[in-house]
Structures are given as structure tokens and as C-alpha cells.
T-cell receptor, first 110, second 114 residues
């Protein structure tokens, strides 16, 4: 089955700086790579996703890159704000079958 | 995006009792829903796949007789934790795929077993 590793487990950045979270996956058949933001006591919220036929996708301050050859993908948050503080999960897989990474707790320091 | 609701948002029960958690897709139909369990500071672990009109599929190590799943309609799946014990205390989250493109999660249910 799929195995997803995520780093770092915690990340502190100053407000306005960029944050990068990286994930690797094992199954070359995976074609869907979503990223979720989870605030304390709430369910995960999809913030961006990318599919295997695309190398990069951007949505305002958030971008995701995918390197299928190396089997890794990354989340980039620019101009971080305190409200970006949360736990972020990457996932890899396909329709109705995704495996989650271990999560990254992001703290944005005002 | 699509909306998935869960009820209750939190529940406290005594050891040995059963608790039912409802998961509803409010603006889309889901033939399949998923139930996850999340312990503090950990990732989401898939417990089972709920299939409308048929039996649920459980992940390895999940007791199907303890975690009863019923998917009675295209918009409702329920998870019943039977004979709950303190070790069942956790955050339970359901999800559904609106289309083949996006998976949406419910807000979660915090279960505390005393």
C-alpha cells in the first residue's frame, strides 16, 4: 500500500515569511495529492490539491509542486499570517483511496 | 465546497454504553463515506469504508462488531461505538467524495468515555 512521509513535524516562522512542508510517497500509481489544513478541534479542510499530470499549482499565497520521478510533493505558503497557524496534512493516492502524512504543526509568530 | 455535517460534535458517555455518531452529506450524494479516527497530535487513521446499501469494509485491526456502520441512504452514514471503553475516546471524522475530484470532511465528533 501507499506510505506517505511528511516533514517537518513542527515549523515556526515569522509572520510574512514563507513556509514549506514536504512529503514523499511510495506508490507510483498514486495520482492525487491533496493538502489539508486542520484547526484545533475541527475536521480537515482541503486547501489545495494537485494531480499527477501537473507539476505545479498555485492559489493566491498557496502553491503545491509535484515531482513524480522523485515521488515527492511540497506545500509552499508565502506571506504567512497568524491565521495560517494550524496542522497541515499531505495525502497521496487516488479516487476514494488516499493515505495521509503524519502532519506538520505550523506556528506563525506575529 | 461541499458540506459534510456530523452530529453530535462532542459526546461524553459512561463505560459500557453505546454511542451513535451521524454523518451527513448536505449538498451531494455519497454512495461511499469514510470513517476516520484521530488521536491527539496524530494523523487520521482510516477505520472503515461505508457503502450505501451494503456492508461496510473495515481496515485491518478495526473490530467490526465494536464499530457498527450503517449507510442507509446516499446522504447518511452512522457509526455506533458499542460497549464503549475509555480507550475508545478519540476524535472521529467522516468524509465523502463529492465528485472524483474532491474529498470533504465533517467537523468531527469528540468522544470521551468515562
Amino acid at each position: 500500500g501507499e506510505n506517505v512521509e511528511q516533514h517537518p513535524s513542527t515549523l515556526s516562522v515569522q509572520e510574512g515569511d514563507s513556509a514549506v512542508i514536504k512529503c514523499t510517497y511510495s506508490d507510483s500509481a498514486s495520482n492525487y495529492f491533496p493538502w489539508y489544513k486542520q484547526e484545533l478541534g475541527k475536521g480537515p479542510q482541503l486547501i489545495i490539491d494537485i494531480r499527477s499530470n501537473v507539476g505545479e499549482k498555485k492559489d493566491q499565497r498557496i502553491a503545491v509542486t509535484l515531482n513524480k520521478t522523485a515521488k515527492h510533493f511540497s506545500l509552499h505558503i508565502t506571506e504567512t499570517q497568524p491565521e495560517d497557524s494550524a496542522v497541515y496534512f499531505c495525502a497521496a493516492g487516488g479516487y476514494q483511496k488516499v493515505t495521509f502524512g503524519t502532519g506538520t504543526k505550523l506556528q506563525v509568530i506575529p | 465546497g461541499a458540506v459534510v455535517s456530523q452530529h453530535p460534535s462532542w459526546v461524553i458517555c459512561k463505560s459500557g454504553t453505546s454511542v451513535k455518531i451521524e454523518c451527513r452529506s448536505l449538498d451531494f450524494q455519497a454512495t461511499t463515506m469514510f470513517w476516520y479516527r484521530q488521536f491527539p497530535k496524530q494523523s487520521l487513521m482510516l477505520m472503515a469504508t461505508s457503502n450505501e446499501g451494503s456492508k461496510a469494509t473495515y481496515e485491518q485491526g478495526v473490530e467490526k462488531d465494536k464499530f457498527l456502520i450503517n449507510h442507509a441512504s446516499l446522504t447518511l452514514s452512522t457509526l455506533t461505538v458499542t460497549s464503549a471503553h475509555p480507550e475508545d475516546s478519540s476524535f472521529y471524522i467522516c468524509s465523502g467524495w463529492e465528485t472524483e475530484n474532491e474529498q470533504f470532511f465533517g467537523p468531527g465528533t469528540r468522544l470521551t468515555v468515562l
